[in-house]
Nanobody, 123 residues
Framework: VQLQASGGGTVYTGDSLTLSCQVS????????NVWFRQAPGKEREFVAG????????RHAESLKDRFTISRDNAKNTVYLQMNSLKPEDTAIYYC?????????????????WGPGTQVTVSS
């Protein structure tokens, strides 16, 4: 399984941005895809996750009003729609995946990681 995130860039406060995570080599056992982010000087944090089978999602409580995860099974792609962006959303955004059963917020749950994509929000 290989993951490739894209769609990052530099935007301004209040803008929207959609990230994509292309999943290559996905098998039916790959059950969950998630997004994490890591801001400068901070620990990596959980953003959102989605189940491939039924599309059910989980979002970080602090972000659920502005961020939405979705997936396109036919394209093997997971998206992260980010609205009303703030400077504090500036981070490297990573997609990850697992064959596990639950969307958990701990990094060690996920055994597949892609290189991140930088999102910078300017005020």
């Amino acid at each position: 399984v290989q993951l490739q995130a894209s769609g990052g860039g530099t935007v301004y406060t209040g803008d929207s941005l959609t990230l994509s995570c292309q999943v290559s080599g996905r098998t039916p056992s790959l059950s969950i895809n998630v997004w994490f982010r890591q801001a400068p000087g901070k620990e990596r944090e959980f953003v959102a996750g989605i189940y491939w089978r039924n599309g059910n999602t989980r979002h970080a409580e602090s972000l659920k009003d502005r961020f939405t995860i979705s997936r396109d099974n036919a394209k093997n792609t997971v998206y992260l729609q980010m609205n009303s962006l703030k400077p504090e959303d500036t981070a490297i955004y990573y997609c990850a995946a697992t064959e596990g059963g639950l969307i958990l917020s701990t990094q060690k749950t996920y055994n597949y990681w892609g290189p991140g994509t930088q999102v910078t929000v300017s005020s």
